[in-house]
Structures are given as C-alpha cells and as structure tokens.
C-alpha cells in the first residue's frame, strides 16, 4: 500500500525543546511539503523540497528546520525558536510541483508544548 | 496580495444539496483544488480545476470560471459521512494557497 506516513499522531514536549516530526513516503514522488494548520486559518507552507538535498523556505520557516538525505523522508525539527510550536502539522507529497500535481497528506502530527 | 475566502461554516440536512463558494485572488493560477479534512485528520483531495467549467465526479461536483475567481464544491445525495470541513486550495505558480475552510455539519 502506497502512502504518507507520519509519527508520532501526538506530541508532547516542554518549552525550550527541540522536536523532530517524522515524514516518511513511498509513492516515489519528488517533491515534499511540510505545512502547519492552526484553528480558523488556511494550512501554511513552511518548507519544501522538490528534490533530495535541496529545500526551501515556504512562508513560516523561522524557527524551523528540514533535511532531505532520502527521497522518502522529509523530517521537520521544531526548534526552540519557534515562539507558538502548538499546532497540527501535516506532511504532503507530490509527483512535481506543476500545476496540476496533486498534494497527498499524512494524517498529522498534533504538537503541543507545555 | 493573496487571498482565498471561503465560509467558515455551513449547515444542511441529509439528503439534500449543497454549494461551498470558494472566492480567490492569487498572483498567478495553476488550477485549483478541494480537498475533505475530517476533524484530526489529514485533507483527503476531493477534485481539480485548470479550465472553466464543471467537472463531475459521482456525488461532488466542482465549478471554475478563472475570470471571475470563483469557484464552488457541489455535495448532493448528502450523508452524514459528508461532514467535515472542506479547504479550496488554488496553486498560484508553484505553491498551493489555501483558505480556511468551510465547516460543513449534516443533519439528520
């Protein structure tokens, strides 16, 4: 069975800690997203990757950080030095990034700092 | 600036039809996308418009016109299963923007 795996479903950490989100696919798609979710707001972009040893920032970077050694895996780090790190975070693949290319999503992470 | 509207919640009875309007200015368009997320758990994608018009795909519907940026999900033969919220998701070049979501509850 083909998909997007991510873990842990839930996450509990103290402030200060850094914590790393796993996202795991075999759809053999190149291309990689990572997007937060909060209550009453759109998912946003907070890095891609459309090839293995390259990413880029997407529109909420800061305090975040990603590698790309497989084509598989896309973990996401959440440093200390992201301000507001309690959210739902969701993991996304695609074939490329043209216009028609459909996102696959994980079932998320729900991440909460105490 | 960018901007996907959209309602934030909607309310219909079990069987009957619904319309979610999903309203949107980008700096560029590649298609747009709805997807279903039922709560805690991941967007499942429902359909894809690049061209105007109407696209079936059994009980969904999904209706484009790029002229006006505008574009509606159609839910008919509604079930209690249809409820969950539904994100419009447009790709300006290479990225997707999404709007918040409409909350649709299904009554019996």
């Known amino acids: 069975d083909g998909g997007i795996t991510q873990s842990p479903k839930y996450l509990f950490r103290k402030e200060g800690q850094n914590v790393t989100l796993s996202c795991e696919q075999n759809?053999?798609?190149?291309?990689m997203y990572w997007y937060r979710q909060d209550p009453g707001q759109g998912l946003r972009l907070i890095y891609y990757?459309?090839?293995?040893?390259?990413?880029q920032k997407g529109d909420i970077a800061e305090g975040y950080s990603v590698s790309r050694e497989k084509k598989e895996s896309f973990p996401l780090t959440v440093t200390s030095a992201q301000k507001n790190p309690t959210a739902f975070y969701l993991c996304?693949?695609?074939?490329?990034?043209?216009?028609?290319?459909?996102?696959?999503f994980g079932p998320g992470t729900r991440l909460t700092v105490l | 600036g960018q901007n996907i509207d959209q309602p934030t919640e909607m309310t219909a009875t079990e069987g009957a039809i619904v319309q979610i309007n999903c309203t949107y200015q980008?700096?560029?368009?590649?298609?747009l996308f709805w997807y279903q997320q039922h709560a805690g758990e991941a967007p499942t994608f429902l359909s894809y418009n690049v061209l105007d018009g109407l696209e079936e795909k059994g009980r969904f519907s999904s209706f484009l016109s790029r002229s006006k940026g505008y574009s509606y999900l159609l839910l008919k033969e509604l079930q209690m299963k249809d409820s969950a919220s539904y994100l419009c998701?447009?790709?300006?070049?290479?990225?997707?923007?999404f709007g918040a979501g409409t909350r649709l509850t299904v009554k019996p």
């Open positions: 998701a447009v790709r300006d070049r290479y990225d997707m923007r």
């Open positions: 990757s459309q090839i293995v040893n390259d990413f």
């Open positions: 996304a693949s695609s074939i490329g990034r043209a216009g028609g290319d459909t996102q696959y």
């Open positions: 980008t700096s560029g368009f590649n298609g």
């Open positions: 759809l053999n798609h190149d291309a």
